[in-house]
C-alpha cells in the first residue's frame, strides 16, 4: 500500500506541472489531487523535494532496468530521452526551479552508468589507466547530459534523437581512436 501511495503522490505531482509551475505547487495541492489527507504525504516525505528525490530515483531505478545490454549505446540513450519526452512539463519545471540540481544529479547518475557499461561491454580499453578511463567516462557522461540540459533550457523541441545520434558517433570514433594511440603507444 506504501508504494501505490508513493506512486499515486508522484502521479499527482507530474499532473500539477501540467497546470502550473513547480515553485507555485503545494503538499495541498498534491494531496487534494491524490485524495489523501497531508498527513498521508508527510508520513512518506517531508516535502515536496524528497517526493522529487523518490520519483527520480524510482525513474532510475526503471530506466536502468529496462536497458537490454549496454553494448547498444543508441537504445540506452533514446531510452533515456523518450522517458524525459513522457515528463516534459515536470522536467522543464524543475529546469527552470531553484531545485535543478536534482534534475542534473539523475542525468549525470543514468548517463554514468550507461556510458560506463557501454564502455565496459564494447571496448576493450585494460590498457587504459583508471585514471584515463575516468575521463573517457566523464566526458561521455558530461557531453549527453550537456546536451539534454541544453534541449530542455529551448523548452524541449523536435527530435533530440538526431542530437543524440551524433553524439554516439562522436563516443564511437574518439574511443576508436583512443585504443588505437594506446596501439601506438605499444609499439
Known amino acids: 500500500m506504501s508504494e501505490i501511495t508513493k506512486k499515486a503522490l508522484v ?4 499532473a500539477l506541472c501540467d497546470e502550473k509551475k513547480l515553485n507555485k505547487i503545494t503538499v495541498q495541492d498534491i494531496v487534494n489531487k491524490c485524495g489523501v489527507n497531508r498527513n498521508t504525504f508527510y508520513y512518506h516525505f517531508a516535502d515536496i523535494y524528497y517526493l522529487l528525490d523518490y520519483m527520480f530515483r524510482s525513474e532510475y531505478e526503471y530506466v536502468i532496468g529496462s536497458i537490454k545490454s549496454y553494448s547498444d549505446l543508441r537504445e540506452g540513450i533514446t531510452l533515456v530521452i523518450k522517458e524525459a519526452s513522457k515528463y516534459k512539463n515536470l522536467i522543464i519545471n524543475i529546469y527552470n526551479s531553484i531545485n535543478r540540481e536534482q534534475l542534473e544529479k539523475y542525468l549525470y547518475s543514468v548517463n ?18 583508471q585514471d584515463d578511463l575516468f575521463i573517457v567516462e566523464a ?3 558530461c557531453g549527453i547530459v550537456g546536451l539534454v540540459l541544453n534541449w530542455i533550457e529551448r523548452g524541449m523541441p523536435g527530435d533530440m534523437i538526431h542530437l543524440s545520434n551524433q553524439l554516439i558517433r562522436l563516443a564511437e570514433s574518439t574511443i ?12
Request: glycine fraction near 6%; include cysteine.
Open 11 to 14: 502521479s499527482s505531482l507530474i
Open 176 to 187: 576508436k581512436g583512443i585504443k588505437e594511440n594506446m596501439e601506438v603507444k605499444k609499439c
Open 139 to 141: 566526458y561521455f557522461k
Open 112 to 129: 554514468a552508468k550507461l556510458f560506463k557499461g557501454y564502455i565496459n561491454e564494447t571496448h576493450d580499453l585494460d590498457n587504459l589507466s
